[in-house]
C-alpha cells in the first residue's frame, strides 16, 4: 500500500516536473517519428532494391542501427510525456512489441554472443548472419512503416472524398509503388531496371489479382521481385482500405463512420456493425485458410517436382497458397501448373481448387456457414437456414463449377484429354471449371478449341461471388438477371426467391452492373481488333475477358500484345477490379432528389 502511494505521488511529481515542455516535445516527436520512417524506407530499399557491396551494406546496418536507437528513445520520451503510461502501452501493444524486440536483440548482441541470429541462421538457411540480421530488420521496419501508413490513412477520414473514390485512389497508390519496387535493379535477373510498361503491367495483374504476364514470372523475376509480387497479391485481394481499416481497428480508435459506410457495401453486409466486426473476420479467415493450403500443397507435390532446397520447396508452398486463395494465377513455374511434374499432381490439382473455391464463395458467406456459433445455433434449431446470400452464392457457384466441367469434358475428352484416363480427365476438367476466376492451368489454354475457349469466357465474365476476392459481374448478378427473365416470361410483376421479394433497387443494380460490364468488353475488343488485328477475334475477346474478370487465363498472347493493347488490358484489369458499379458511382455527380413522379407512360419493348 505505502509503495502504491509512493509510486503514485513520484508519478504526479514527474508529470507537473514535464507538463510545461509536454506540447513542445510531443511535437518534435512527430516530426523525428516521420524522419525514422522516411529514412527506415530509404535504407531499405536501397539495400533491398539494388546490388549492394560489404562495405555498402556494413553502412546500411549501421544507419538501420542509428534509426533503431532514435526510434527507440522517441517511444521511451513519449512513455515519459504521458500522464497515464499504463494505458499508452495498452494503446500502443504493437509499438510495444517492437521495443521488446530491440531490446532482446541488443541483449542477445551484448550479452549471449548473438544466440538469436545462431537461431535464424541454423533453422531457416540463411547463408550469412548478414543475411539473418538483413531478414529480421526488414520485417520489424516492414511492420513499422505498416503501421505508420495506418495512422497517416485517418488523412482519408479527412478528405471530403466518397468511398469509392478513397477505394480507386488507394488502388492507384498500391500500383504505383508496386511499379516502383519491381522497377528496382534486383527485383530482375536482367541488368538494369525492368521496362516502365513491363512493370506496370505486372503490378496492376498482382494488385488486381488477375494474374495475366508478360514476363516469366519464374525466370524473369529475382526472389525479391516474386517476394513483392506475392504482397501485391495479398494486398491487392483485401483491398488497401481493408487492410488499414482493420489494423487500425485493433491498433488505436477504430474505424470511421466513412470507411464503414465503404465496408459495408464492399463486404455485403447488412449493418454498419456487421461489417465492422466482419473485417477482423475476414484476415482470420485469409490467414486460416492460406495456413491450411500451405500446409496441404507442400505434402502434395508431386514426385516430378523437384526443388534445389528446403526454403525453396517452402517458398513455393507460400507463393501458390497465396496465389490460389487470393485467386490471382500466379505461378513460379513457367507453364503454370501444366509444368512437367507438376500437370500430373493431381492431388495437388485439387487441394488449388478447394483453396480457389473458397477465395471466391465470399467471406460472409464462409462466415455463415462455417461459424462455430451458427452450426451450434442450427444444430439446435434445425429449421435455421442459411442466409439467402449464402445460397445464391453456394448453389450457383456450383451450378456453374459442375456445368463448366461437364460441358469442359464433353469439348476436348477426344483432344486436349485425349491422353488422360477418366479419373485424370475428370479432375481437369474440374479444375479448369473452378479456375475461371483465378487463372491457373493444368493444360495449354491456346490449345483448346474455340468452344470451350467461348464456354471459358462465359463462366469468366460471370465470376466469384459478391465480397470475395474474385472478379467478374459476380454469381448473385447473374443470378438475378436470370430469374427476372424466368418471372418476366411467365408474367410474374414480382420477383421472389426463396419464398422473398427481391426490390427493384436490386434488379436495377444487377441491370447496371450487367450493362457496365458488357459495354466496357465491348469497347475493349472493339479496340483490341484495332490495335492487334494480327489475333484471332476469339483469342481477343478471351484475352478481354479474361481481363476484366481478373482470371488470368490466356491463349498466350498477353506478351506479344502492342502497347496500345496492353493499356486497354490494365484499363479492364482494373476497372474489373474496382468493380464496375463502384468505378461508375465514382464517375457519376451527385444524385439529385425524385420525390416527384411523372405520368406513367408506355414503351413498346422487344
Known amino acids: 500500500m505505502k509503495f502504491s502511494k509512493l509510486k503514485n505521488a513520484f508519478a504526479e511529481w514527474l508529470n507537473n516536473l514535464l507538463y510545461s515542455s509536454r506540447t513542445q516535445v510531443l511535437n518534435t516527436l512527430v516530426s523525428l517519428k516521420a524522419f525514422i520512417w522516411l529514412t527506415a524506407t530509404i535504407l531499405l530499399l ?72 545462431g537461431f535464424f541462421i541454423e533453422n531457416f538457411e540463411f547463408e550469412s548472419y548478414e543475411d539473418a540480421y538483413l531478414a529480421l530488420i526488414t520485417f520489424f521496419f516492414i511492420i513499422l512503416i505498416l503501421y505508420e501508413l495506418v495512422n497517416a490513412s485517418d488523412i482519408f477520414s479527412r478528405l471530403k472524398a466518397s468511398p469509392s473514390h478513397s477505394f480507386i485512389v488507394s488502388f492507384i497508390i498500391l500500383i504505383l509503388f508496386g511499379t516502383g519496387m519491381l522497377m528496382l535493379p534486383a527485383m530482375t535477373v536482367q541488368e ?120 525453396q520447396k517452402l517458398f513455393f508452398t507460400a ?31 485439387i487441394v488449388v481448387a478447394v483453396s480457389m473455391i473458397f477465395g471466391t464463395i465470399g467471406f460472409s458467406t464462409i462466415q455463415d456457414i462455417f461459424n462455430v456459433q451458427r452450426l451450434r445455433d442450427r444444430y439446435q434449431n434445425p429449421w435455421k437456414d442459411w442466409n439467402l446470400s449464402t445460397k445464391v452464392a453456394v448453389y450457383t457457384t456450383a451450378f456453374l463449377i459442375v456445368f463448366g466441367m461437364l460441358v469442359f469434358y464433353l469439348l476436348e475428352r477426344d483432344y486436349i484429354l485425349s491422353d488422360k484416363n477418366f479419373i485424370e480427365a475428370t479432375i481437369t476438367s474440374f479444375f479448369q471449371s473452378v479456375t475461371r476466376t483465378a487463372g491457373f492451368n493444368t493444360v495449354d489454354i491456346g490449345a483448346l478449341r474455340t468452344p470451350t475457349l467461348i464456354l471459358l469466357a462465359f463462366l469468366m465474365f460471370i465470376g466469384a461471388s459478391s465480397g470475395s476476392v474474385g472478379g467478374g459481374i459476380k454469381t448473385s448478378t447473374f443470378y438475378l438477371i436470370l430469374v427476372s427473365v424466368f418471372a418476366t416470361i411467365r408474367g410474374r410483376l414480382k420477383i421472389e426467391i426463396d419464398k422473398r421479394f427481391i426490390p427493384k433497387e436490386l434488379l436495377f443494380k444487377a441491370l447496371s452492373i450487367f450493362f457496365f460490364a458488357a459495354s466496357i468488353n465491348l469497347i475493349g475488343v472493339f479496340i483490341l481488333t484495332l490495335t492487334d488485328s494480327n489475333f484471332s477475334f476469339v483469342q481477343i475477346i478471351f484475352e478481354q475477358v479474361s481481363a476484366f474478370g481478373t482470371v488470368g487465363l490466356s491463349t498466350g498472347i498477353t506478351s506479344e500484345l502492342s502497347t496500345a493493347g496492353r493499356t486497354v488490358i490494365i484499363l479492364s484489369m482494373f476497372v474489373g477490379r474496382v468493380g464496375t458499379l463502384t468505378f461508375a458511382f465514382a464517375l457519376s455527380s451527385r444524385q439529385t432528389t425524385q420525390n416527384y413522379k411523372y405520368p406513367k407512360a408506355h414503351l413498346m419493348v422487344g
Open 46 to 117: 536501397y539495400v533491398f532494391g539494388f546490388e549492394t557491396e560489404q562495405d555498402e551494406l556494413e553502412q546500411v546496418f549501421l544507419g538501420l542501427d542509428v534509426v533503431l536507437i532514435i526510434y527507440f528513445s522517441t517511444f521511451l520520451i513519449r512513455l515519459l510525456y504521458e500522464f497515464r503510461r499504463t494505458e499508452f502501452i495498452k494503446n500502443n501493444k504493437l509499438e510495444t512489441f517492437l521495443v521488446l524486440i530491440i531490446i532482446v536483440n541488443t541483449i542477445s548482441h551484448l550479452f549471449l554472443d548473438n544466440k538469436i541470429m
Open 319 to 349: 507463393f501458390h497458397a497465396v496465389s490460389a486463395f487470393c485467386n490471382a494465377g500466379f505461378s513460379l513455374f513457367t507453364n503454370g501448373l501444366a509444368e512437367h511434374g507438376v500437370a500430373t499432381s493431381y492431388i495437388l490439382h
Open 192 to 311: 538494369g531496371s525492368m521496362k516502365f510498361m513491363d512493370a506496370l503491367f505486372t503490378s496492376v495483374s498482382a494488385c488486381c489479382v488477375t494474374g495475366l504476364i508478360v514476363v516469366d514470372t519464374a525466370t524473369f523475376f529475382t526472389l525479391k521481385g516474386q517476394i513483392v509480387i506475392m504482397m501485391l497479391v495479398q494486398i491487392g485481394a483485401l483491398g488497401i482500405i481493408s487492410f488499414a481499416a482493420f489494423f487500425a481497428n485493433i491498433m488505436k480508435s477504430g474505424v470511421g463512420i466513412k470507411q464503414q459506410l465503404f465496408l459495408q457495401d464492399y463486404l455485403i453486409s447488412e449493418s454498419l456493425f456487421s461489417a465492422k466486426g466482419l473485417l477482423r473476420k475476414i484476415i482470420f479467415i485469409t490467414i486460416s485458410l492460406e495456413l491450411i493450403t500451405f500446409v496441404l500443397i507442400y505434402f502434395t507435390w508431386g514426385d516430378g517436382v523437384v526443388f534445389n532446397s528446403q526454403a
